[in-house]
Each structure stands twice: as C-alpha cells, then as structure tokens.
C-alpha cells in the first residue's frame, strides 16, 4: 500500500538578507561558468563573454585550437594553389596541353573551392569543429597524392589532371569551416583579431606553396623526374594536422548553425553589393596569385628564376607574399579612416596598377612588370581587408528587424568569402580566353582595369552616399 505524506513539499530556502542573495548569485554565475569536457573532445556550456570563463580555461582553450585551425587552414590554402605552380612545369615534363587547357587546370581548384565554401560553412555546427577539421585536412591528401600520381606520366589524359585538380578546391573550402569555428571560440571583442590570424595565417600558403614547389621540383634531378614532389612533400604536414587537430582541438556544442540569419542574408541587397566588391579585392589576390606563374613565364620565357645550387627559385611567391602581408593593415586602415574611403583607394591603385602593366609591356622590362604586379597585389591585400572590415557596420545599419544585425553580419561573411572566391576561376578564365583568342594578354587586363574603375564607381555611389546620408563612417 502506498502512504502519501500529507505534509507539504519542502521549497528551498531563500535568500533573505542582500549578502545572502549575492552569494546566491555568485553560485550560480560560478556554476555557469563551469566548462563540461564530455567523450570525444567535447565541451558544453562554452561561453567566451563569460569573464570567469574566459579567464579561468576558456581563452588557453580558444588559443590552443586557433593555432591548429591556421596551421590546417594554411595546408588548405598550399595544396588550393599547387596547380597554379605545377602547370608552367607540364610543358617541360612531356605534357602537351592547350593554352586553353592549362588555365582550366589553375582556375578548376578556385571554382571547386569557391562553390564548397557555403556547405563548408555549415560543417563545424553539424560535426564539430575538431571533427571536421580531421576531415577537411585528411581530404587534402586526395589531392596531393592525386597529383602526385598523375604528373609522373606525360599520358595522363587532361580529364584526369582537370579531375585531380578539381579535389584541389578541397583546400579552398576550408576557409570557411576554420573561420566558422574560430569565430566560436572567442569573445566579440576579441573575435576580429583572432579572425584576422587566421585567414592570414591561410593567406601565407599560397606564398609558402608558389616559393617552395619550384624549388623541390628542381633540386637535384631534372624537374620531370621531381615534379611528383609537388603533391608529396605536404603528406606528411597535413598527416600533423589531421593528428593534432585530434589530439589538442575540440569540438563546442554551444556552434549553432544559423541558417535562418544565412536565408535573410541573402534577401539584403548589400549582401550581393558587397559581394561584388570582394570579388574585386579578394578575387583578384587569389585570382592573380594563381595565374601569376603562368604569367611570368610567358612574359619572359628567359627569366627561369634565380638559382641557388641546383634549385630554382622562382619570383611568383611574391605576388601572393605581398597581398597577404598587405591585409591586415586594410582593416587596420578602415577602423581608422572608414572602409569605404580604404576601399575606393584600393581600387583606385588597383586600376592604375593594371593600366601601368599594360602601358609598360611592350618595354620588355621584368622589374618594372614585377614591381607593377607587387603594387595591385598591395593594392588588392589592402582592399581585402578593408570590404571585410564595411560588413558588419554596413548590416547594423541596415538591418531591417527580425533577424538581428550581428546574426546577419556574421552569416553574410561567410556568403561574402564564399562569392568573392569566384574571382580565382573568372581572372585565369578571361586571361586565358584573351591569350587564345588574341595571342595576348593585354585585352584581358584592359578588361580588368575597367572592371576596377567599374567597382570604385559602385563603392562610391553607395557606400559614401549611404555614408553621408546616415552620418556614419563607413
């Protein structure tokens, strides 16, 4: 027989004095506070603005998976560009390959890369940020192998080599899962320069990738025989990645995916504005920095490099070297003087770099065609940053209730990075089409230039006007 007691149930006990409320509070901000580490590198209860927090565990944690993330994000960004040095390599290796033909082979892993960046994004809330980051960099060896296989046959078919450097887009796709997840990590206040470190950090890749391959290709032996290490050297160092990131990152199951805040993105109107303008900053340093071997070699056939030893080094890294380098310093440069103002100088050089190559061609000179080239990629770096830098103070004027400006902000860089990406495939693609319908290139840089006078008009006529009309620096 079950007995009910009949007295009442007991309520805890409340605070009746100032002092005993306090500590109350203090219990349980302490007990929100406490990091809860689950099976397979898991944690709950994350929250970087919680002070104690942050202070207590969470910032060694944010800095310990940072420093994983931009080493796999650089390896992303090293085998995303191999193709863009290996191809001027081909001709010399027994490949016969159409003009045609070798600029789908340096804008494939750019179209394939820009396209995975959306799903890409959504990947870190899905599996986790050291889950997928094991994966994202245990598929690059897809490609550096593939690569590896397919030059050390002159008979390997064009579709198979176009196929191989497809999966070479892999590397570029990993941008957007490793800023997602680091964007996780850290507190509003320190998020921008934590994000900074790590697209510089990929950003350097392309530079190591077009100044270390040439020289393992030719040390030591003929470069047919070396080309395969190319793809191979990297094995190893994304094998560290894929270890460490098991080992030392972890995974939060307080990552979202914002999907709704990614849908009403899409329906703002700076969104696709603002897109356009990084495809002219972003796009081009990733669109020139992959084409910017070809370039040099069809420019001055005569100019091999510099040799050291046995080993060639090529000049090509420094396109890519300098865009990087240059990228902090145009969101530095917008948080002084405004984006916009950043922005439309960016374009401004970028354009007269342009119309400096053209109009300085036909001298045949290779340090004034170099020097020109260094100044866009400048140019480009800075304006990199500085269109980033214009999103979220562009959204929280522009937000338009429902969905939150910050929410909105944060899912438009990623669709932003995602579109902008596109400009690796569009620069190869046109230089192609202008070299083999024109025997030149100068058609398509007279494109170019246009284009930048096209989106310094745009970036003015909307961003100083909305500028002005709101009273806010841009």
């Known amino acids: 027989m079950t007995v009910t007691d009949p007295r009442p149930e007991a309520t805890p006990a409340q605070p009746t004095t100032r002092?005993?409320?306090?500590?109350?509070?203090?219990?349980?901000?302490?007990?929100?506070?406490?990091?809860?580490?689950?099976?397979?590198?898991?944690?709950?209860?994350?929250?970087?603005?919680?002070?104690?927090?942050?202070?207590?565990?969470?910032?060694?944690?944010?800095?310990?998976?940072?420093?994983?993330?931009?080493?796999?994000?650089?390896?992303?960004?090293?085998?995303?560009?191999?193709?863009?040095?290996?191809?001027?390599?081909?001709?010399?290796?027994?490949?016969?390959?159409?003009?045609?033909?070798?600029?789908?082979?340096?804008?494939?892993?750019?179209?394939?890369?820009?396209?995975?960046?959306?799903?890409?994004?959504?990947?870190?809330?899905?599996?986790?940020?050291?889950?997928?980051?094991?994966?994202?960099?245990?598929?690059?060896?897809?490609?550096?192998?593939?690569?590896?296989?397919?030059?050390?046959?002159?008979?390997?078919?064009?579709?198979?080599?176009?196929?191989?450097?497809?999966?070479?887009?892999?590397?570029?796709?990993?941008?957007?899962?490793?800023?997602?997840?680091?964007?996780?990590?850290?507190?509003?206040?320190?998020k921008g320069y934590a994000l900074g470190l790590n697209a510089a950090g990929g950003n350097l890749g392309a530079s190591v990738a077009q100044f270390v391959v040439p020289i393992v290709i030719t040390v030591g032996a003929a470069a047919t025989l070396n080309l395969p290490l190319a793809g191979l050297i990297w094995v190893p160092l994304i094998l560290v990645a894929m270890v460490g990131a098991y080992l030392r990152m972890d995974n939060l199951s307080a990552a979202k995916a914002d999907i709704t805040a990614s849908l009403a993105a899409l329906k703002e109107p700076h969104m696709w504005v603002l897109s356009l303008l990084y495809i002219g900053t972003f796009g081009s340093f990733i669109g020139f920095a992959g084409v910017f071997p070809k370039l040099l070699a069809d420019t001055f056939p005569d100019f091999k490099g510099i040799a050291i030893g046995t080993a060639t080094v090529t000049l090509a890294f420094l396109g890519a070297l300098v865009g990087s380098l240059a990228r902090p310093y145009g969101g530095k440069l917008a948080d002084r003087f405004g984006g916009t103002v950043i922005t439309i100088g960016a374009f401004t050089v970028m354009g007269l770099g342009i119309l400096s190559v053209i109009l300085t061609l036909p001298m045949q000179n290779f340090a004034i065609f170099l020097l020109c080239f260094l100044v866009l990629f400048a140019a480009a770096g800075i304006g990199n940053g500085s269109t980033y830098r214009m999103i979220p103070t562009i959204f929280a004027l522009k937000a338009n209730g429902g969905i939150g400006a910050q929410r909105k902000a944060a899912a438009a860089l990623g669709l932003i990075s995602a579109i902008g990406a596109y400009g690796g495939f569009f620069i190869p693609q046109l230089l192609g089409f202008s070299k083999t319908t024109f025997g030149s290139y100068t058609p398509a840089l007279g494109w170019f230039a246009l284009a930048y006078v096209a989106f310094l008009a745009l970036t003015a006529g909307v961003y100083l006007r909305l500028s002005k009309k709101t009273g806010t620096r841009i």
């Open 19 to 190: 002092a005993e409320a306090a500590s109350t509070e203090a219990a349980s901000t302490e007990a929100s506070a406490q990091l809860v580490h689950r099976p397979g590198r898991w944690i709950d209860n994350w929250n970087p603005e919680n002070a104690t927090q942050w202070a207590k565990e969470g910032k060694a944690i944010a800095s310990r998976n940072l420093r994983w993330s931009i080493f796999a994000e650089f390896l992303g960004f090293v085998v995303w560009q191999l193709w863009s040095v290996v191809v001027v390599s081909l001709p010399a290796a027994g490949f016969q390959l159409s003009t045609g033909e070798i600029f789908w082979l340096i804008s494939m892993p750019s179209l394939v890369g820009a396209t995975l960046r959306i799903p890409y994004t959504f990947m870190v809330p899905r599996f986790g940020g050291r889950n997928w980051t094991i994966v994202s960099a245990g598929l690059l060896l897809i490609p550096s192998i593939g690569l590896a296989v397919a030059v050390s046959n002159p008979q390997t078919p064009f579709g198979l080599l176009l196929l191989i450097a497809a999966f070479a887009g892999f590397g570029g796709g990993n941008f957007a899962s490793s800023m997602s997840n680091i964007t996780f990590f850290y507190p509003a206040a320190q």
